[in-house]
C-alpha cells in the first residue's frame, strides 16, 4: 500500500501556552496568512495559518498542557525538532528576524551548492528552518 496523498501541503500543530506572540511571529514577521481560527473541543483555540499548500496551526489549549518540550534544539532530544520553510528571500527573512529581536540560532548560511539555510527559534523556541534554493 502506498498513501494517497489529497493535499499537496501539510497541516502542522504547535501547542503554545500563549499565542499572542506566535502570532506576532508567524504572521506579523514571517508574513504567514491567517486563514481563521476555531474553538478546540475541550477548550482553546486553534490559529490557522497559511503557508503555501500546508496549514500551520497555533493551538492554545485551556487549560494549558503541564509538559514541556525538552530544549536544545536539533541535538536536544529525538522526535520532531524544527520544521522548514522553503522562501525565495531568505536574507530578507533573517533580517526581518533579526530587527524584530528572534534568536537567529544559525545565521544564512550555504549547506551544498545552491542551497543556503537559516534556523530561528520562534517565541516558544520551536525551531523554524528557512531554506532557499538556487537550484
Known amino acids: 500500500m502506498t498513501i494517497n496523498l489529497a493535499k ?3 497541516d502542522l500543530g504547535i501547542i503554545t501556552r500563549d499565542a499572542a506572540p506566535m502570532l506576532r511571529f508567524y504572521v506579523d514577521t514571517l508574513g504567514l496568512q491567517k486563514e481563521g481560527e ?3 473541543p475541550g477548550g482553546g483555540t ?11 496551526k497555533i493551538v492554545e489549549l485551556d487549560p494549558a498542557p503541564l509538559g514541556e518540550a525538552a530544549p536544545g534544539g536539533i541535538r536536544g532530544a529525538t522526535g520532531y525538532r524544527y ?19 528572534y534568536k537567529i ?26 531554506l532557499q534554493s538556487s537550484n
Open 83 to 101: 520544521w522548514t520553510l522553503t522562501v525565495e528571500n531568505l536574507t530578507q527573512c533573517v533580517t526581518t528576524c533579526e530587527q524584530a529581536g
Open 105 to 130: 540560532i544559525v545565521a544564512a548560511k550555504e549547506v551544498r551548492p545552491g542551497v543556503t539555510i537559516a534556523l530561528i527559534a520562534d517565541p516558544d523556541n520551536n525551531w523554524v528552518e528557512l
Open 38 to 40: 476555531m474553538p478546540m
Open 8 to 10: 499537496s501541503g501539510i
Open 46 to 56: 486553534m490559529h490557522r495559518l497559511q503557508a503555501g499548500s500546508s496549514t500551520i
